[in-house]
């Protein structure tokens, strides 16, 4: 599991750290339960099913968003794979290596770059999902179908709230000012 801290001992490490702030903490332990459970969720599934493909993460999402969408624009790709165009570039070169996956150029915009399965993509997918999926069965199995499509209801909601308010969010937050751009965390060395 992620972080040296079960999550039942990181959640009394902040409550106590929290102490008297008025904060709302259902709210703060859905986020950070959805935080760490994606995070979990993805070491097990990149440590076990996707080890023996060679496969990240962002590898897999990358090929079952272009087998379930079929050929598509590499912003469009990165954007429902949650990852940078920059990353989907280095990412789609190397499926495109292995002969999973394929870039070409768009027809009518040069500009544009497509990507879409080969069929020996099509079959690596074929033949991988169903393990793939064992293990988002197993990684479920203590909840029942009707809480698992709970979750995901809740779960979907979740994003809807985002994806249909959170730019409004953002702008009210900013006082209506473009957000700063985004930096790696390091210092300037100036």
Excluded: Y
């Excluded at 070491?43 to 076990?48: G, P």
């Excluded at 080890?51 to 598509?72: P, Q």
């Excluded at 624009?73 to 190397?94: C, D, N, Q, W």
């Excluded at 979907?156 to 702008?171: A, D, K, M, S």
């Amino acid at each position: 599991m992620p972080g040296r801290r079960s999550i039942t001992e990181a959640e009394r490490l902040a409550a106590l750290k929290l102490g008297g702030l008025p904060v709302r903490r259902e709210q703060m332990a859905a986020v950070a339960n959805i935080h760490r459970a994606a995070s979990t969720v993805r070491h097990h599934l990149e440590n076990s099913v996707l080890r023996g493909s060679d496969l990240t993460w962002t590898a897999f999402v990358v090929l079952w968003v272009v087998w379930v969408g079929g050929e598509s624009e590499t912003r469009h790709v990165a954007e429902e794979a949650g990852i940078s165009k920059g990353t989907l570039t280095g990412v789609s070169r190397t499926l495109e290596s292995r002969g999973l996956l394929r870039r070409t150029g768009h027809p009518t915009d040069g500009r544009l770059v497509l990507l879409r399965l080969t069929e020996e993509g099509e079959a690596f997918m074929r033949r991988v999902f169903p393990d793939f999926n064992a293990e988002e069965a197993f990684v479920t199995s203590q909840l029942s179908d009707e809480e698992c499509r709970d979750l995901a209801d809740g779960l979907r909601r979740v994003v809807l709230q985002v994806e249909q308010h959170g730019e409004e969010r953002r702008r009210s937050l900013l006082n209506g000012a473009e957000p700063a751009p985004r930096r790696s965390g390091r210092r300037s060395k100036g």
